[in-house]
């Protein structure tokens, strides 16, 4: 299972990947670590897997678009990694760092648009 210690050790600090790090390599880094391999855009990562219908758990991807980005805001554009207690780990890639924060922000929840569940091997 994803080790959320793993990605919070990136937390404020600058990456210390070899390229500048955005939110989708940022998942695509941590599930890689853990023996999952996600492809490398959000939007390649939104159409795989599976989507969620109900209740998020830990480790599920949750995807939101980006205001003015694409012509429609149906269109991911900004993923993170759902770490329980209403929280999501992400990457921004401008300056490049990693955050956490509550799903439930007004911004947040304004631009949220579905979650996937990825599946580890046992």
């Known amino acids: 299972m994803l080790s ?6 990136f937390l ?5 990947l070899r390229t500048k ?3 989708s390599s940022f998942t695509q880094h941590v599930f890689k670590k853990f023996g999952v391999a996600l492809p490398r855009t959000v939007r ?3 159409s795989m897997r599976v989507e969620i219908q109900r209740k998020v758990q830990k480790a599920d991807l949750l995807f939101f678009y980006v205001p003015e980005r694409f012509p429609t805001n ?12 209403n929280t999501v ?3 921004l890639p401008s300056p490049s760092r990693v955050l956490i924060s509550n799903i439930y ?3 947040k929840k304004k631009t949220f648009l579905f979650a996937r569940r990825v599946f580890f091997k046992q």
Do not use: L, M, R, W
């Not at 959320?4 to 050790?9: G, I, L, V």
């Not at 404020?12 to 210390?16: L, Q, R, V």
């Not at 149906?74 to 207690?85: C, E, L, Q, S």
């Open 89 to 91: 780990i992400y990457c």
């Open 105 to 107: 922000t007004p911004y």
């Open 74 to 85: 149906d269109v991911p554009g900004h993923v993170g990694i759902f770490i329980g207690n």
């Open 21 to 23: 790090i955005d939110c």
């Open 44 to 46: 390649e990562q939104a």
């Open 4 to 9: 959320f210690s793993y990605a919070k050790q």
């Open 12 to 16: 404020i600090t600058k990456p210390t």
